[in-house]
C-alpha cells in the first residue's frame, strides 16, 4: 500500500492551488492522509479527484466547513498497521512530545501530523512520528515537501524534496 501524505497547503495563502510536482507525486498512490491546514475545502475535493481514499484532520486554519466534516483527531488501519493523525498545535519543539502524548491510550504505530511545516521523521521511541512539512511553504523550513509511505510487512516513511 502507498500513501500519501501532506499537511500545512495553505491555499489559497501560500499557493493558488496544488502545485503540480505535487499531484504528479500522488498520481497513483491508494490513500492520501492530510494533516489539516488545506485551509479551504476545494483543496480537500482537489485531493479527492487525485485519489478517492482521502483520510484528513482539521487544522488551526481552516475554514468552517473543512472544521465541520474533519474531525481533530483520527486514527485507522493500514496494512497491519495502526496510524495516527493529528494536525497539532503549540510550539514546534514541543509538538513530537504532545502528540505522543495526545495518542498515548491508542496503541498507534505511526503518528502522522504538521503545523509546524518542518519535514521530519522520527523513529527514535514509539510510535513513530512523520511530519511531511509543507508543499506550498518555506517560511518554517528550507524546502517544500510531502510525504510517501509505503506499507508492507513494514513502514518505510519518505519525505519528498518539491524545491
Known amino acids: 500500500m502507498r500513501i500519501g501524505v501532506l ?3 495553505h491555499i489559497p495563502d501560500r499557493a493558488p492551488g496544488l502545485p503540480r510536482k505535487l499531484r504528479e507525486g500522488l498520481a497513483g498512490v491508494d490513500m492520501i492522509i492530510d494533516a489539516g491546514d488545506l485551509v479551504e475545502k476545494e483543496v480537500l475535493d482537489a485531493l479527492k479527484g487525485i485519489c478517492p481514499d482521502v483520510r484528513g484532520v482539521a487544522g488551526n486554519m481552516d475554514c468552517p466547513a473543512l472544521r465541520k466534516e474533519l474531525p481533530q483527531k483520527l486514527v485507522f488501519k493500514a496494512g497491519k ?3 495516527g493523525v493529528s494536525h497539532g498545535c503549540g510550539a514546534p519543539q514541543g509538538l513530537p512530545a504532545l502528540m505522543r502524548q495526545m495518542f498515548k491510550k491508542d496503541s498507534v504505530d ?3 501530523f504538521g503545523h509546524s511545516h518542518q519535514a521530519a521523521i522520527i523513529k527514535e521511541g514509539t510510535p513513530w512520528l512523520f511530519n511531511p512539512g509543507s508543499p506550498t511553504d518555506t ?7 510531502f510525504g ?3 506499507i508492507g510487512d513494514t ?3 519518505q519525505i519528498v524534496k518539491l524545491t
Open 110 to 112: 505511526l503518528i502522522v
Open 7 to 9: 499537511a500545512d497547503t
Open 81 to 83: 498497521f495502526t496510524i
Open 139 to 145: 517560511v518554517f523550513a528550507p524546502y517544500k515537501s
Open 148 to 150: 510517501i509511505i509505503d
Open 155 to 157: 513502514i518505510k516513511l
